[in-house]
Nanobody, 126 residues
Framework: QVQLAESGGGLVQTGSSLRLSCGASGRTLSPYAMGWFRQAPGKEREFVAT????????YYADSVKGRFTISRDNAKNTVNLQMNRLKPEDTAVYYC???????????????????WGQGTQVTVSS
C-alpha cells in the first residue's frame, strides 16, 4: 500500500509559478511511474504529466507542455510538478498518482494508476 500526499497548492495570479510536491509513505516510489492529474469543478479528471520510475521519460498534456515540469527524487520518495506561467484555466485540484508499471509506456488514463493522493487546490486568478 502506498499513501500519497500532495502539497504546495495555493492562490496565485496569472503568470505566476507554483511547485507542487507529492510525498509517499508506506512503500518506496522507485518502482512506480508517477503521474499528476487535475480536476476542475464540473469537469472530468484530466492527465497533466507523467514520469517513469527512473525519471528518464516524461510525458505532458499539450495544454501544459513547455510550462510544467515533472521530476522525481527516489531517494527522498517525492515527485514534484513545477508549474510556470500559470493561467486561469490551470485552476483545479491537482492529484498525484502511482502506476505500478513503472517500466511501461507513459499512461494518461486515470484507471491505470492504483494509488492517489487527496489533492491540493491550485487557483489562478486573472
Amino acid at each position: 500500500q502506498v499513501q500519497l500526499a500532495e502539497s504546495g497548492g495555493g492562490l496565485v495570479q496569472t503568470g505566476s509559478s507554483l511547485r507542487l510536491s507529492c510525498g509517499a509513505s508506506g512503500r518506496t516510489l522507485s518502482p512506480y511511474a508517477m503521474g499528476w492529474f487535475r480536476q476542475a469543478p464540473g469537469k472530468e479528471r484530466e492527465f497533466v504529466a507523467t514520469i517513469s520510475w527512473s525519471g528518464r521519460t516524461t510525458y505532458y498534456a499539450d495544454s501544459v507542455k513547455g510550462r510544467f515540469t515533472i521530476s522525481r527524487d527516489n531517494a527522498k520518495n517525492t515527485v514534484n510538478l513545477q508549474m510556470n506561467r500559470l493561467k486561469p484555466e490551470d485552476t483545479a485540484v491537482y492529484y498525484c498518482a502511482a502506476d505500478p508499471d513503472g517500466y511501461g509506456a507513459p499512461q494518461v488514463r486515470p484507471t491505470k494508476y492504483d494509488y492517489w493522493g487527496q489533492g491540493t487546490q491550485v487557483t489562478v486568478s486573472s
